[in-house]
T-cell receptor
Framework: EPEVTQTPSHQVTQMGQEVILRCVPISNHLYFYWYRQILGQKVEFLVSFYNNEISEKSEIFDDQFSVERPDGSNFTLKIRSTKLEDSAMYFC????????????FGPGTRLTVT | KQEVTQIPAALSVPEGENLVLNCSFTDSAIYNLQWFRQDPGKGLTSLLLIQSSQREQTSGRLNASLDKSSGRSTLYIAASQPGDSATYLCAGFSGGYQKVTFGTGTKLQVIP
């Protein structure tokens, strides 16, 4: 069964460093998403991406964040200058275009900023 | 702004019992509602998606209902098993299809 994959599973970085989190969505899906979950808190929507541009973003997704689909398979989230409060689990998700908007989530990348 | 609440926050039941998890949302202009399970330290596994035109969906021992007028969704688990132990999240999709608001989650423990 097709699945969303994410790499790395765990990333440790120092405050102020740039990180890139990578995702491979399900191949025939056209909508892509990033979410984050701070330990013990709700899953929060960050951004949605369709047709090579951002369709929606939340207040969390400020100028420090960017997303890109550099090729036909990868979808990346970049944090330019990490802060301690960026430490969280980051989930990528994808969905088909059409009536069904069921989102399929990857296993997540745990980002630890020290 | 959509708010999604799940009650109870935690639930412990003996194996074999039928149970209901509740999800409430504030904005009835909801497109879809999706139920997930999350195992500790893991990603989210989609269980059921209910589209706004539907009232319920079933998959195996799971049945989810959606009542937009009352702002409620329920997830019914029949004949619970220890393997059902996980945190269950509901998520409401509104405001442009791609935006989703997650609930606070219900942590379920099924005791053998």
């Amino acid at each position: 069964e097709p699945e969303v994959t994410q790499t790395p599973s765990h990333q440790v970085t120092q405050m102020g460093q740039e990180v890139i989190l990578r995702c491979v969505p399900i191949s025939n899906h056209l909508y892509f998403y990033w979410y984050r979950q701070i330990l013990g808190q709700k899953v929060e929507f960050l951004v949605s991406f369709y047709n090579n541009e951002i369709s929606e973003k939340s207040e969390i997704f400020d100028d420090q964040f960017s997303v890109e689909r550099p090729d036909g398979s990868n979808f990346t989230l970049k944090i330019r200058s990490t802060k301690l409060e960026d430490s969280a689990m980051y989930f990528c998700a994808s969905s088909e275009q059409g009536e069904s908007y069921e989102q399929y989530f990857g296993p997540g990348t745990r980002l630890t900023v020290t | 702004k959509q708010e999604v609440t799940q009650i109870p926050a935690a639930l412990s039941v003996p194996e074999g019992e039928n149970l209901v998890l509740n999800c409430s949302f504030t904005d009835s202009a909801i497109y879809n509602l999706q139920w997930f399970r999350q195992d500790p330290g893991k990603g989210l596994t989609s269980l059921l998606l209910i589209q706004s035109s539907q009232r319920e969906q079933t998959s195996g021992r799971l049945n989810a209902s959606l009542d937009k007028s009352s702002g409620r969704s329920t997830l019914y688990i029949a004949a619970s098993q220890p393997g059902d132990s996980a945190t269950y999240l509901c998520a409401g999709f509104s405001g442009g299809y791609q935006k989703v608001t997650f609930g606070t989650g219900t942590k379920l423990q099924v005791i053998p």
